[in-house]
């Protein structure tokens, strides 16, 4: 584990960048199961898509991969985007085909273009930033 005084470093550069909040835990306590890819291909239609199986490493690469590190830091971010209970519950099958209802798309579209933009400006180039960070903590 790292020590107090650089986990505090890293979270107060977290909150410069715009986190909500970080955790900082050992990986053997992440639960990587087996059966995680068949939870995507049975029970969610947004399986192939290019972030899902089978285009992402699999579960032993995974777990091969975890194992290199002791600890992991979980990142909140800070987003202003709000979610309508239809859109949340329907989002990777709204993404394939999109909702009839003009409402519902329309709150979808938005959603979608807060993400991005959320993602293209605050959390991938903050992200990068703590990696640089840990990695000059050691």
Known sequence: ???NENYRKLEEKAKELG???VRLFPTEDIVVEDRTVLKC???CSGYGSHVCPPYI???SEFKKMLADYECALLVEWKSENVFSREV???FIKFSVKPPEDEAVKQQFQNNMKTIMKDRKEI???G???LEKLAWTLG
């Open 41 to 43: 291909i049975f029970g």
């Open 1 to 3: 584990m790292i020590s």
């Open 88 to 90: 949340s519950e329907n």
């Open 19 to 21: 986190a909500k909040s």
């Open 123 to 125: 959390i991938q180039p």
């Open 127 to 129: 992200v990068l930033e």
């Open 57 to 59: 490493p699999t579960v």
